[in-house]
């Protein structure tokens, strides 16, 4: 399994109140979800006018897909009317895959399941 995080920044010069700016972040956001399917957030300082900070992630069994899904985002990013790209960063890794001795055995199971009721019933309370 492959895990990608790209991170980047925004810039929006035109927007003179938080309104303007918050309607090219969603715009940013759903059009990237819908197009890509990735996770898309606002993950910098929100109260900033002219900036945006947004991360995405990617889950893959290929890392060139993560790429390529990548590379496509931002250069849709660099052609968005209302804003300028800014810093970029991105992270792909490997995660290794579960298998047969990943499995938790009864014990681990029983006492996993313990501890999930005891939260249940904290909130509960």
């Known amino acids: 399994m492959v895990v990608g995080i790209l991170q980047f920044e925004l810039l929006v010069p035109g927007a003179t109140s938080l309104k303007d700016k918050r309607r090219v972040v969603k715009s940013v956001k759903d059009r990237l979800h819908r197009e890509h399917l990735v996770s898309v957030a606002e993950v910098g300082p ?69 501890e999930l009721l005891g939260m249940m019933e904290e909130e509960g309370a």
């Not at 790429?67 to 496509?72: A, C, E, N, V």
């Not at 009317?81 to 014990?107: F, W, Y």
């Open 46 to 114: 929100q109260e900033v006018l002219n900036a945006a900070i947004f991360g995405v992630t990617l889950v893959s069994t290929d890392g060139a897909k993560v790429g390529r899904t990548f590379d496509s985002i931002l250069a849709k990013m660099r052609c968005v009317r209302e804003a300028e790209l800014g810093g970029t960063s991105r992270l792909v890794s490997e995660v290794t895959p579960l298998g047969p001795s990943a499995e938790m055995d009864e014990t681990e199971r029983d006492s996993l399941s313990r």
